[in-house]
């Protein structure tokens, strides 16, 4: 139990640094290494979404939409959340 917790957290500290990296590349990628990891065939059937569109839309060179990187996110447990940038001193 306790190795899937650490499991858990190195998972969600990695997406989260990703996250806050702002690069849209590196998201992509991030949720793709996760998906990968999670088992593509699952995610299809969960999302909904053929397994060659799952590949595509997260591969080096897809532009997935909004909504797909949502469910895709969703079905492995995670949400996407918005938060407002910290304001500089100077701002």
Same mark, same amino acid.
């Given at each position: 139990?306790?190795?899937?917790?650490?499991?858990?957290?190195?998972?969600?500290? $990695?997406?989260?640094?990703?996250? +806050?990296?702002?690069?849209?590349?590196?998201?992509?990628?991030?949720?793709?290494?996760?998906?990968?990891? $999670?088992?593509?065939?699952?995610?299809?059937?969960?999302?909904?979404?053929?397994?060659?569109?799952? $590949?595509?839309?997260?591969?080096?060179?897809?532009?997935?939409?909004?909504?797909?990187?949502?469910?895709?996110?969703?079905?492995?447990?995670?949400?996407?959340?918005?938060?407002?940038?910290?304001? +500089?001193?100077?701002?």
């Amino acid at each position: 139990m306790q190795s899937k917790q650490i499991r858990e957290a190195t998972t969600v500290a $990695y997406i989260e640094d990703q996250l +806050k990296s702002e690069d849209p590349t590196l998201i992509q990628s991030a949720t793709g290494n996760l998906a990968r990891l $999670y088992g593509m065939t699952t995610l299809s059937q969960l999302t909904g979404l053929a397994r060659p569109s799952l $590949y595509r839309s997260l591969c080096e060179n897809g532009n997935p939409s909004f909504q797909t990187m949502c469910r895709i996110l969703d079905a492995m447990g995670y949400t996407v959340s918005v938060r407002r940038k910290e304001q +500089k001193p100077n701002e």
